[in-house]
């Protein structure tokens, strides 16, 4: 094997790896907490810090990741 070679393993392996384990994890767990309530569904105001809603995530605590929202693009721009 010649050094290029081990490189270009030792750098692609564990990119590939990384790709598809976030795939699995958008399929099988498409929604992850708000970045802006963590999931608590409240947030507070800059002046008051009085608790609110989050409009965020509308209330609901969770977000649709990025993985997701493209595989969603990708299937809706591709003929089935």
Do not use: E, I, K, Q
Not at 18 to 44: D, E, I, N, Q
Not at 59 to 75: C, E
Request: glycine share 6%.
């Amino acid at each position: 094997m010649t050094p290029t070679a081990a490189l270009l393993a030792a750098v692609s392996l564990p990119l590939t790896a990384v790709t598809l384990g976030y795939s699995f994890l958008c399929w099988v767990r498409p929604f992850g907490a708000c970045s802006h309530c963590h999931g608590t569904t409240r947030t507070t105001s800059r002046l008051t810090r009085r608790t609110r809603p989050c409009r965020h995530c509308d209330f609901t605590g969770l977000r649709l990741r990025v993985g997701r929202r493209a595989y969603n693009t990708l299937r809706r721009l591709l003929p089935s």
